[in-house]
């Protein structure tokens, strides 16, 4: 009896070390590529960057897509953007979970994130921005129109995501991936969608052109409201114009992130 006893047991033990061995190895299989340094970089200016220009404070965020791995993204721990260091710069998948945790405070807004990688797969870079010139397009009935050809991209459509209509009554945070989503929907295929009584969400193919349009989105903002304040009519972009300005977009865009990174004192390699 004794006998089977000690063979059971060291069955059980195999077993269960041979379980490990498989969690072990599925869970290394599923963290993603070594990480290209040059992307954690970019990243680290595009915060520094929009955190100088404005857009961010103690309470907004940057993302890039993993271009080794579209199914994860890079977004800081919980932390200022201008207080950024490679060093903070976490992976996360598109379920808004990091790969390698180390008990770090997470932004509680990251789901913005994932959710729109999730059902856009044409973005790369995504900004969640609290910027005040954008709070009064989100309680008004006056929507944004593109006036200054920097911001040509509003001619697409800048939808206001209102958490009411769809959850009832909030603290107007983006806390799970439900709010996520919702805003991903409202957003569709825009460039950009106002959050009311609360900020804005801009999208990009790249880091230089989310910051960018994030930029220029603020701007176009301030000076529509400028505009307004004169009185008369206001002759915004033709719909032809934002077209042909759009397909240019990002053109010469080299020369304003070489600028803005010097801005913050990121050197950028000389052609």
């Not at 509003?154 to 806390?175: H, K």
């Amino acid at each position: 009896m004794r006998t089977v006893q000690t063979h059971s047991a060291r069955f059980i033990q195999v077993a269960m070390s041979f379980c490990v061995c498989l969690l072990t190895s599925a869970s290394l299989h599923a963290q993603s590529k070594p990480v290209d340094q040059t992307i954690v970089d970019e990243l680290v200016a595009a915060n520094k960057i929009l955190a100088a220009e404005g857009i961010l404070d103690g309470w907004g965020h940057v993302s890039v897509r993993n271009p080794s791995d579209p199914t994860h993204y890079f977004l800081a721990r919980n932390l200022a953007a201008e207080l950024v260091t490679a060093k903070d710069i976490m992976e996360f998948t598109l379920d808004n979970v990091p790969v390698a945790s180390k008990g770090q405070d997470l932004y509680t807004e990251r789901f913005i994130h994932g959710e729109i990688y999730k059902t856009r797969p044409d973005v790369n870079a995504v900004v969640h921005t609290h910027a005040p010139p954008l709070i009064p397009f989100t309680v008004t009935q006056v929507s944004m129109k593109p006036l200054y050809h920097r911001a040509a991209f509003v001619a697409q459509g800048i939808p206001v995501f209102d958490i009411e209509d769809t959850f009832g009554m909030t603290d107007m945070l983006i806390r799970n991936g439900q709010h996520g989503h919702a805003l991903a929907i409202t957003l569709a295929d825009k460039p950009a969608a106002l959050m009311r009584g609360h900020g804005a969400t801009v999208v990009g193919p790249s880091l230089p052109r989310l910051v960018g349009r994030a930029v220029f989105l603020v701007k176009n903002a301030t000076l529509q409201q400028q505009a307004l304040a004169l009185g008369g009519p206001i002759k915004y972009l033709h719909p032809e114009e934002a077209k042909l300005i759009e397909a240019r977009e990002g053109y010469g865009l080299g020369r304003q992130w070489a600028a803005w990174k010097l801005k913050v004192g990121i050197a950028s390699p000389q052609p």
